[in-house]
C-alpha cells in the first residue's frame, strides 16, 4: 500500500518514529487503531446511542417530568 502524505506530515511522522524507536508502518497501524473505531462507526443509528431507551424503565412520562421540573422555576 502506497500512502502520499504532504511534506509537514511526513516530517513529523518521522519524527516521531526516530524519538519512539517504531516505524513509520507502526506508527500508522497504530494511528489507524486509534481512529477507526471512533469513525468507522459515524452514521450509527439513534438507537445504538447509549442515551436511547434512557426513560424506559422509569415509571413516569418523560414529558411530565419535564413540565414538573419546569414549575419549579416559575414558582
Excluded: N
Aim: with cysteine; proline share 3%.
Amino acid at each position: 500500500m502506497l500512502i502520499e502524505l504532504p511534506d509537514a506530515q511526513a516530517q513529523s511522522l518521522q519524527r516521531y518514529c526516530r524519538q519512539t524507536h517504531i516505524s513509520e508502518v507502526e506508527a500508522l497501524r497504530q494511528a489507524l487503531t486509534q481512529f477507526l473505531p471512533l469513525h468507522a462507526g459515524a452514521k450509527r443509528r439513534l438507537r445504538d446511542h447509549r442515551g436511547f431507551g434512557y426513560w424506559r424503565e422509569r415509571q413516569q412520562d418523560g414529558l411530565a417530568y419535564q413540565y414538573r421540573l419546569r414549575d419549579e422555576w416559575s414558582a
